[in-house]
């Protein structure tokens, strides 16, 4: 007897109210970026772990791109802790996220940092939960269902109020009307890759291993489309390269029968995905590609499609994995060690 798989769940309700509420936070996250420059910001340190480290990506980009007044580092919450930057003191800003708020390290690393006298703002799902009390002010965005979308507009408002602040962003008011128009053009992007999406699950999802390549703000997503959702929520065997970095040693295990995804921007590190896709159009019969220039972006501005694109795509790439779900029946719900065991 053939075993049915379950049904493609609808893309969630509350999609655009959680996005909504993430962009109602605006002016408390503009007082908060207001009370840590006057403070005198030296540096700040985007921490957590797994998806939420990796939700981190696009701000950290946005940080390299424009910012001049301080430096800013990405750490995974022990590497954090066990490293114990030599910068970390009065004037650091650690921004912490954690989905459940109850991530051991990622709470430690809170304590940790304002032992160390740095101001810490957490980024999670509940504004009660043990991280949210863990730090100086905390983001909430109160929903299971609509996440990593919910964290990448958290964090991009920081980003975005901390540069503004300190005179390194040329056009805040254009960056915030893109932000008011992107849970649409979010959502759109989502409804519009739907056949693509599907057909992609269908093709690959019973693959051995599948290779995820990203670049610049969307490196992230590749990682976590990997890590988080292929290995973590699918038992599936994949792993995640720097589309740059993939030319310098993982190509070699590329030929016509290996899976790979290439996920390709329209940030200024589109050449490098661009790269990707030649190279596996040539050598690999089972390449799949999500590009944003493919998806309609109503309500964005053309000359703001490069910083609306790793929001689009991380949002669709997030609608892959429950077209993978679909097409495997293994739930994305289910685990083996996270959350079963003591590790």
């Given at each position: 007897?053939?075993?049915?798989?379950?049904?493609?769940?609808?893309?969630s309700e509350d999609f655009l109210p959680t996005?909504?509420?993430?962009?109602?936070?605006?002016?408390?996250?503009?007082?908060?970026?207001?009370?840590?420059?006057?403070?005198?910001?030296?540096?700040?340190?985007?921490?957590?772990?797994?998806?939420?480290?990796?939700?981190?990506?696009?701000?950290?980009?946005?940080?390299?791109?424009?910012?001049?007044?301080?430096?800013?580092?990405?750490?995974?919450?022990?590497?954090?802790?066990?490293?114990?930057?030599?910068?970390?003191?009065?004037?650091?800003?650690?921004?912490?996220?954690?989905?459940?708020?109850?991530?051991?390290?990622?709470?430690?690393?809170?304590?940790?940092?304002?032992?160390?006298?740095?101001?810490?703002?957490?980024?999670?799902?509940?504004?009660?939960?043990?991280?949210?009390?863990?730090?100086?002010?905390?983001?909430?965005?109160?929903?299971?269902?609509?996440?990593?979308?919910?964290?990448?507009?958290?964090?991009?408002?920081?980003?975005?109020?901390?540069?503004?602040?300190?005179?390194?962003?040329?056009?805040?008011?254009?960056?915030?009307?893109?932000?008011?128009?992107?849970?649409?053009?979010?959502?759109?992007?989502?409804?519009?890759?739907?056949?693509?999406?599907?057909?992609?699950?269908?093709?690959?999802?019973?693959?051995?291993?599948?290779?995820?390549?990203?670049?610049?703000?969307?490196?992230?997503t590749a990682y976590g489309f990997a890590m988080?959702?292929?290995?973590?929520?699918?038992?599936?065997?994949?792993?995640?390269?720097?589309?740059?970095?993939?030319?310098?040693?993982?190509?070699?295990?590329?030929?016509?029968?290996?899976?790979?995804?290439?996920?390709?921007?329209?940030?200024?590190?589109?050449?490098?995905?661009?790269?990707?896709?030649?190279?596996?159009?040539?050598?690999?019969?089972?390449?799949?590609?999500?590009?944003?220039?493919d998806m309609t972006l109503p309500g964005i501005?053309?000359?703001?499609?490069?910083?609306?694109?790793?929001?689009?795509?991380?949002?669709?790439?997030?609608?892959?994995?429950?077209?993978?779900?679909?097409?495997?029946?293994?739930?994305?719900?289910?685990?083996?060690?996270?959350?079963?065991?003591?590790?």
């Open positions: 007897m053939a075993i049915s798989t379950p049904p493609l769940k609808p893309i996005l909504e509420r993430t962009l109602a936070q605006r002016p408390a996250i503009e007082a908060f970026a207001d009370r840590v420059v006057e403070a005198g910001l030296r540096n700040v340190f985007l921490v957590g772990c797994g998806g939420s480290l990796l939700a981190s990506y696009p701000a950290q980009y946005l940080f390299d791109r424009h910012g001049t007044r301080f430096p800013v580092s990405l750490l995974t919450s022990n590497e954090f802790i066990y490293r114990h930057p030599a910068a970390l003191g009065p004037g650091s800003l650690v921004v912490v996220m954690s989905h459940t708020g109850t991530t051991k390290e990622t709470v430690r690393a809170a304590e940790f940092a304002r032992a160390a006298g740095a101001t810490v703002a957490s980024i999670t799902q509940l504004p009660e939960s043990p991280l949210a009390k863990a730090g100086d002010v905390a983001f909430a965005y109160e929903s299971d269902d609509t996440v990593t979308d919910a964290k990448h507009l958290l964090i991009g408002q920081l980003g975005l109020a901390l540069l503004d602040r300190v005179g390194d962003y040329p056009d805040y008011a254009g960056a915030i009307r893109t932000l008011d128009a992107l849970p649409a053009a979010m959502l759109a992007a989502k409804v519009g890759s739907e056949d693509r999406s599907a057909a992609i699950a269908a093709r690959l999802h019973a693959e051995p291993i599948t290779y995820v390549i990203g670049s610049g703000p969307s490196y992230g988080c959702f292929l290995q973590e929520m699918q038992w599936m065997h994949a792993a995640a390269y720097n589309a740059g970095e993939f030319f310098h040693g993982a190509m070699e295990v590329i030929t016509e029968d290996v899976a790979a995804i290439v996920l390709l921007g329209e940030d200024e590190t589109r050449p490098m995905g661009e790269r990707a896709r030649v190279f596996m159009e040539k050598y690999s019969r089972k390449a799949a590609f999500i590009d944003v220039k501005e053309p000359a703001w499609r490069a910083f609306a694109s790793p929001f689009a795509l991380g949002s669709v790439v997030w609608r892959l994995a429950q077209h993978y779900e679909a097409a495997t029946g293994h739930s994305l719900d289910i685990r083996r060690y996270m959350f079963q065991v003591e590790y």
